[in-house]
């Protein structure tokens, strides 16, 4: 977990927000699953202002249409997600999501439009509402503040990690709590927007800043991890704010608007990595820094190329300082810089070596590299000596579970 | 093999040629190597018109800036390549890269300008010219036209195929001949050239026209296969015309040239097809036709997304219909259509089975479907039907041996 000074992080995950509870059961939505938890309920006392972040690939979820037209007037009071079918490429896929909304809004005693919807899983299977109808009013009676681990691993498929934070925060001395849930783990390359995540704060803010502070956190955490370059067609984050804290309403990019924004960062900058770090069969996180770009946005690509390319995920997994591959990953990104001029480190808690200065090799102890690339935690630090901006990019190992998970997945 | 009508396919591969000789010998570049043949020459008895492309990272191996650097006159007569170590990102590399071609240039009594220089294999370790140096004899006394394959053989690296064709046509009552050898398994996601690949013909045409049919054809060939999407820094393309059918000089956009453009295009076409079936641990073909495009950039991009998704190909791998995963990629590809109006179908030599039509999945039976997948090359048939334009691509799918191929390549 990355420390940032001033927030300290707490327990509670979505539920560390004044005024939001959870809930998770298991409603059997897969053939055969009567184990795992497969329905959860966010919920809050109030009517919160509500962002979200969808998927930028064409064929969206039907739960994505609902929530989308749901949130038209910025407010939402409860999330309603299930795991198990994606509900995507379906006939009735809209009729059902907005039935999973009104079971929901009935059980909660509001109006469905305030109802937010997500699903999870195998895309192109009918989802049938009948289970979920079946176990509404256990999912009701579940709900409580410290529940939102339930919640968690309700949403997840084949994450084997809970990926649940909070922080907590001071604005105008007031106790501020901002923390998330989130799940992902294969067909991971978001774009604009991420898997599921789900974000709530008691911060008061006004509806336009919370949206933007979604977006320009979203750019720099969400959407710099891949785990295999699949955009998927799911990809949903949604922020609610119950402006429960009782700071004055955040109305313009202050000092207390950055420190909002930086509680947002480290709370999703954190699951984002996590998610990386789950990756499907990964056993590596990889977090690759690039400095010294023109500009960010070269920065950006050139991090993400390097934890993209298979063949540095797969050298890695066998802690090969293969770093030629790493080089020829950062040559083919899109992006404007001088590849005589790019040096390269290999870090991790057992030390830092170089391998690459001004685009060509340097001697160096195999044996080291190896003890280095062994962690589960490596860094790859790029510099490009081209400007002064940065970026970071999380990515993981390609491992034979990788495919095992992928080739048995469906059937 | 795909067929063309009127072109007959050889014999002879790269030699099918009039004028051209190989050969290929064991030099022992990489350490511990004594076994297999490392270093190839490609020798034509007059000086050719000569076209090339080369990869469009920005990591280039030395062999690429030496080439270039010969081919500004437009002509070369011979070729040195070897295998076992990309002579890239050292800080001597193109001093050896000269090195190869002023040896080769001295036993065949040529000038060094007229070499051409390939390198395939580890980037980032110093190549030695020894070794190379060492067997240059053996290599010019091997030179003969019955020797294509042992060139072809010493080009591989973790190919386990040979890439080797040749075709037969007539041009003004002449015969005339293409043909070709060609290597790359993994590190295919060649980006306006390709891997290694040596074409010739004995068609006399003129330089540009050589050029213009040699980028035409491997847009639509070599640039719509994927591997593992990552761009080579070595990929390199020759074409070279000895000029010896004796047809009248091809100037112009007749149909002459129109023969000579689909002789090129049955060459390139099989061997690229052939690079994607001998992908790094593939069991399958697969071949995405992308028809009912409004463009073939369209087509073209919307193929190259649907065979390159690590899903997709995991899948397949298991002969699972998961086809949520092709509409998936189809949905990410960055391209104008409407996901609404998308069929898929899959095929293979056991049949064709619809499974999604209108953007949503049909009922189809698993058990046809599993036993149309376990064939070696599958077919995925998309129609946007939003225009006339259409593109093929080629991929393979992903394996457990991809994995260990590259968890192992370097150590």
Known sequence: ???????????????????FKASGVIAGIKAGNTTKRDLALISCDVRCKAAALFTTNKVKGAPI???????????????IVNSGN???????????????????????????EDILVGSTGVIG???????IKAVMPALLSGLSEKNSSLACEAIMTTDTRKK??????????????????????????????????????????????????????????????SVDGDTSTNDTLFLMSSGLAENSEIICEDKN???????LYAVMMNL????????????????????GAKTEEIAKTVAKSVISSSLVKAALFAADANWGR???????????????????????TKGTIPVCRNGAGVDFSEETAKEILSEEEIKILVDLHDGNESAIAWGCDLTFDYVKINAEYRT
Do not use: W
Request: with cysteine; proline share 2%; charged share 25%.
């Open 1 to 19: 977990m990355v420390k940032f000074e001033g927030y300290e992080f707490t327990d509670g995950g979505v539920c560390a927000a004044k005024g």
């Open 65 to 79: 249409i609902v929530s989308r037209e749901h949130l038209e007037d910025g407010f939402a009071q409860a999330v």
């Open 86 to 112: 994606a509900n995507t490429c379906n006939a009735n896929g809209i009729e059902i999501a907005e039935q999973m909304c009104a079971l929901a809004a009935e059980e909660l005693g509001i109006a469905p």
């Open 125 to 131: 299977q009918k989802l049938s509402i009948e289970p």
């Open 164 to 225: 649940e934070l909070a922080v907590e925060f001071e604005i105008d001395g007031k106790k501020c709590h901002l923390g998330g849930i989130s799940k992902g783990s294969g067909m991971i390359n978001p774009n604009m927007a991420t898997m599921l995540a789900f974000i709530t704060t008691d911060v008061a803010i006004n509806g336009e800043l919370l949206e933007k502070a979604l977006r320009k956190v979203n750019s720099l955490t969400y959407n710099m991890v």
């Open 257 to 263: 608007y950055e420190i909002f924004e930086n509680a």
């Open 272 to 291: 984002a990595r996590e998610t990386a770090r789950d990756g499907e069969g990964a056993t590596k996180l990889i977090e690759c820094v690039v400095e």
């Open 326 to 348: 790493i080089l020829c990953a950062i040559g083919y990104a899109d992006a404007d810089f001088d590849i005589e001029k790019v040096s390269v480190d290999l870090a991790s």
